[in-house]
């Protein structure tokens, strides 16, 4: 796993050990980032589910802000620290020890809004449009904001979930990607 793109080009980062968790591949990565971007002007990130946090870091690479990075395992956590770290990106973001749910509601309570937010859950918990839902409900995606969905590909989700409206699908594979923005 590397960095594709911006200031952290080419930069190595480190993977969670063990098979709990499912990076993003490279290729997937970069195309995420074409269609998203591919540079950012500033804006705020929420990593859900980060597991390394390559998405993350790859979007801090490519000029947001800040970036919040979430995940449960302890593993994960540790593996996004040091690949922050090793990027110098410690003071360019958040990192929380949170199950997505709870993570979502401490949001809320903040009042925090987001220009992307990538959600990249464990295929097997089918839990998309429940985030998406949520998301929308309580304004957490500003109003020319992004919300990218990894997912099996046999599992696709809704065109339209609450107000966001997908503008982008592609699979690669066994993954697919969804792209959801407020309709214009």
């Known amino acids: 796993m590397?960095?594709?793109a911006g200031t952290l080009k080419g930069r190595p980062l480190k993977a969670v050990p063990g098979s709990g968790t499912r990076p993003t591949t490279d290729k997937v990565k970069e195309s995420i980032f074409n269609i998203l971007g591919p540079y950012f002007e500033g804006g705020m990130g929420l990593d859900l589910f980060a597991g390394s946090g390559g998405l993350g870091v790859e979007a801090l690479s490519r000029g947001l802000e800040k970036v919040i990075f979430v995940d449960k395992d302890s593993k994960a956590?540790?593996?996004i620290k040091a690949n922050l770290k090793e990027c110098d990106l410690v003071d360019r973001s958040e990192v929380y020890r949170n199950d997505a749910?709870?993570?979502?509601?401490?949001?809320?309570?903040?009042e925090i809004a987001f220009d992307y937010i990538f959600l990249d859950?464990?295929?097997?918990?089918?839990k998309l449009e429940e985030l998406v839902t949520f998301i929308d409900g309580h304004n957490l995606l500003n109003e020319?904001?992004?919300?990218?969905?990894?997912?099996?590909s046999d599992s696709i989700?809704?065109?339209?979930?609450?107000?966001l409206h997908k503008v982008?699908?592609?699979?690669?594979g066994i993954i697919g990607i969804s792209i959801y923005t407020y309709q214009k």
């Open 121 to 126: 859950p464990p295929y097997k918990q089918k």
């Open 157 to 163: 989700p809704s065109n339209v979930i609450g107000r």
């Open 144 to 152: 020319n904001g992004f919300v990218m969905c990894e997912y099996s």
């Open 101 to 110: 749910n709870r993570a979502l509601k401490a949001i809320v309570k903040r």
């Open 168 to 172: 982008r699908e592609e699979a690669y």
């Open 2 to 4: 590397r960095v594709i």
């Open 77 to 79: 956590l540790h593996t």
